[in-house]
């Protein structure tokens, strides 16, 4: 990538800051862009979730689920913690939480109910 010109004001390091960003942004989009983990993501911004959970809510197999929790999960975008035979997965970081709690009110809302 060329470098731009300082009389532009731009310091070479921080536009170098701002393409490594810029890398990360297009990485969680990529993560973001497959229908079912976007659902999954939706779901877990409800709160901490069991594989059994989100396959009963999504209707799809566990090796389907299972798969894309896989591939989120080394996305770096959710966690998971093992509690006796039960695995619960949750969302990891600031910025999936703020991009998902966004899609979630602008798409889900309306469909998902608040609990309680």
């Known amino acids: ?3 731009p010109n300082l009389e532009n004001g731009i310091d070479p390091e921080d536009f170098e800051i701002l393409v490594a960003q810029a890398r990360k942004a297009s990485d969680m989009l990529k993560a ?3 229908e079912v983990r976007l659902l999954i993501l939706c779901l877990l ?5 069991t594989v059994s959970e989100l396959e009963d809510i999504l209707t799809m197999p566990q ?5 894309q929790l896989a591939r989120l999960r080394n996305d770096g975008l959710v966690a ?4 006796g035979r039960m695995i619960y997965y949750s969302l990891v970081g600031g910025e999936v939480h703020t991009i998902i709690s ?4 602008l798409f889900c809302k309306e ?5 309680g």
């Open 1 to 3: 990538m060329n470098l």
């Open 32 to 34: 973001l862009s497959h």
């Open 45 to 49: 911004s409800e709160g901490e979730k």
């Open 63 to 67: 090796a389907a689920v299972s798969q």
């Open 80 to 83: 998971s913690r093992r509690d």
């Open 102 to 105: 966004s899609l979630y009110d």
């Open 111 to 115: 469909v998902r109910p608040a609990e």
